[in-house]
């Protein structure tokens, strides 16, 4: 990192006479057309980043896409236009969209406490507020620009990556970039005391205090020529907090994206190079999906003991299984096909073996056609780690509910899915274009050092099991049966996590490797997402905030997406604070600074500030089997 800084540092001197360091040449790094204070009259220096610092930015969706997928959304060299973060109608897209979000300053999308530390810099006198960003001049500024005066913040700077530095630099990296131009700006404010520098993610955390430790040996005369006195220098590391688009407009931008980018193909433009892409979507399981009011009473039927920690548990009750992967075209016609709606009553709940939660059903009317996964229809409420959905099965004890408790619900015949990005196979069928291919595996380019990686959490993994399909007796002989060959997804890691092999399961069974499968049942009456199929679903998690009848705990699942946007961005007042510095002794700090700059003529003070960033995402495994993992 020395090295980085070092370079840097140099690039921006070498060949450079004494006088560019001016507050003339030091304005051309921002997009603003506005007079900067005196080099003499700035004291402190205050940096802070955009991207999930001071704005909630929108990440691919990992209950959407498969992880290989997210990783190509991440790399600008899978697109001609540049992918997730080079394309500003992602970005514009964040909550319902640039047209109403403008008029109310997208209000829930930013982060509140930087914010008013932002209005505290803006108020202090000697101190240089500045909005620093790696996002690309060309295809940001205006949108940036919009989006900071609509939320007021009248910063000193805004600097967006150029093309070409104002002295003709080139940069290797976002990092790169910055370096250049702190090392311009604590050039060029020779009497800055002290600089802050807000940023949440902790590579560039590392690289920026780096870079200031080599940056003030030199101007302790350690390697290299004073050019100023040493600066006080610190780095405060603020959580990010990932949000998401609404699930529907992020497919559509994701789809604008590949259309621009196959459109540009087909001109064979000189130097443009890639393959043609398509949006495809792999099938975990079909079943009678339920919606989350009913989910949510099914859970109250779970007697759950009170001692029984929440993190031993993983809610359920969002599905009763018709068949697992692609559903044959035998079976889906006798549930009446995709979309098709059925009465359930509950007639029972049992435990078994106190891992496994269940609650059995009869058709409304009795005389209804179905098909379960299991001998007789029933819905899983609630596992154990390391429980397996197939053995509820084996329960044979059922405790009949209360008649207060027993209630009627409607189901939708529908498909558990995630949506990939691969290369067009004109040689492809339908069916074959559900499996992923063996060979696409996310590819780690130098644009992955650009990648926010912050995709929530862990996902379990969980032992291989047998799936068998039943249906009524009394419609047609065992059908149920999975004809030929189902094929697994090998699939790519999503930062560093590897992938596993789903099986071939032949017959009525079927095993496989595990998968992190989350997906997006709490979208509420959003039940047709569109444009793939009739009938999706991406979530496999009950409401978040069920909490049981036994349980005096909230039990609160790793979901988190919700379907507006101001509820996607999540308070950070749920988060803990230290995540985030001591921010009241950082706003008081600041204060303490302002008055003295107007005091004593110089500001800014030491504030707080330790921090936890979130770091890399998670791995995601794409493959098939395991429905301890989708069910």
Sequence with gaps: MGNTAYSAYAAAQNGSAEGIHTVTAVGRWSILNKQLPAADKIKAIHIYDFDNTLFKTPLPNSKIWNGPTIGTLANP????????????RILAATGEGQAKEEPRAWNGWWNEKIVELIQLSIEQKDALCVLLTGRSESGFSDLIKRMVTSKGLDFDLISLKPAVGPSNQRFASTMNFKQMFLTALMETYKHAEEIRIYEDRPKHVKGFR???????????GIGGQRTRGPITGEVIQVADIATNLDPVMEVAEVQHLINDHNAALSKRKRGVRGERLMVKKTVFYTGYLINTTDTQRLLSLAQI???LPETELKYHANNIMICPRPCPTSILEKVGGMGSKMKWEVTGTACFENNIWAACLKPVPSTAKFHTDNPSPLVVLALRKGARPVDAGKIQNWQPVPPEKAFVFETVVGEKVLLRIEAEDPGEG???SLFPHKGSKRKHTAGDEDFRSRLGHPHPTGPRNDQRNFHQPNHGGRGGQNQGRFRGGNSGSNRGFRGQRGGAPKGRGGRGGGHHYKSLDDMGTRENQG???????YEDDPQRNFQPPAQPAQHNANQGYHSQGQSQASSYQQQPQQQYGNWSQQQQQQQQSQQRGQQQGRGGGNGGGNGNGNGNGNGNRNGYGDMNNFY
């Design 77 to 88: 060299d899978a697109f001609v236009n540049g992918g997730w973060w080079h394309d500003s």
């Design 210 to 220: 780096d870079f200031l430790t080599d940056y003030n040996k030199k101007q302790n």
């Design 305 to 307: 003991p009170h001692n």
């Design 430 to 432: 339908d069916y074959e």
């Design 531 to 537: 444009g793939f199929v009739q009938q999706v679903s």
